[in-house]
């Protein structure tokens, strides 16, 4: 299995643009998580579907960030208009709920820097 | 609400030595715990997990945890780090393993010396 992919790796934008960060679960996973690292706050929840559902999206930041699930194979995390204190990395991670026991399984992150 | 707590923010240990990485969680019920290592530059890597059942569980790498609920910690362990072992370390708490949001610890940076 590839494991969880994103894209893209590394993103440089200006402040005000709109940036789409998207993941690739893997397959047969039926939830998805979104989580973003920095400096500051370390690595938080922001938002997280189950069956292309989404289930709590109350890390969110603000309504400058929405995520879609549009079918299980595919994800996309967007911010409009971008932000300076947006800069961080994104990680999308995966999980197959079997007895509720399974473990997520992490992409490798998108970096984004907003100037 | 849950919580983690990793005292230290980071850790010298020589090569060779033993190693413990300390983690203590707030959770109202039986929690999910797990151990996440970050290489520079990469994601993270699940090293071990504990759901239930024996308190002492062995991860990849030779790292293992023992869950204390007397102490409400989860502290990750390794006989004899290699220089390969150097990187940040997370520790996270989940109320559902794989069908929640997990909430992270702020990591334990482990400096590996020669």
């Known amino acids: 299995d590839a494991g969880v992919i994103q894209s893209p790796r590394h993103e440089v934008t200006e402040m005000g643009q709109e940036v789409t960060l998207r993941c690739k679960p893997i397959?047969?996973?039926?939830?998805l998580f979104w989580y973003r690292q920095t400096m500051m706050r370390g690595l938080e929840l922001l938002i997280y579907?189950?069956?292309?559902?989404?289930?709590?999206d109350s890390g969110m930041p603000e309504d400058r960030f929405s995520a879609k699930m549009p079918n299980a194979s595919f994800s996309t995390l967007k911010i409009q208009p971008s932000e300076p204190r947006d800069s961080a990395v994104y990680f999308c991670?995966?999980?197959?709920?079997?007895?509720?026991?399974?473990?997520?399984?992490f992409g490798p992150g998108t970096r984004l820097l907003v100037l | 609400a849950q919580s983690v707590t990793q005292p230290d923010i980071h850790i010298t240990v020589s090569e060779g030595a033993s190693l413990e990485l300390r983690c203590n969680y707030s959770?109202?019920?039986?929690?999910?715990l797990f151990w996440y290592v970050q290489s520079p530059g990469q994601g993270l890597q699940l090293l071990l997990k504990?759901?239930?059942?024996?308190?002492l569980v062995q991860g990849i790498k030779g790292f293992e945890a023992e869950f204390k609920r007397s102490q409400s910690s989860f502290n990750l362990r390794k006989p004899s780090v290699h220089w390969s072992d150097a990187a940040e370390y997370f520790c996270?708490?989940?109320?559902?393993?794989?069908?929640?949001?997990?909430?992270f610890g702020k990591g334990t940076h482990l400096i590996i010396q020669p």
């Open positions: 996270a708490v989940g109320a559902r393993g794989g069908a929640d949001g997990l909430t």
């Open positions: 959770y109202g019920a039986t929690p999910y």
């Open positions: 991670a995966s999980s197959l709920e079997r007895a509720r026991q399974e473990t997520q399984y």
């Open positions: 579907f189950n069956n292309n559902v989404p289930i709590d």
């Open positions: 397959s047969g996973h039926d939830y």
């Open positions: 504990y759901f239930s059942g024996d308190t």
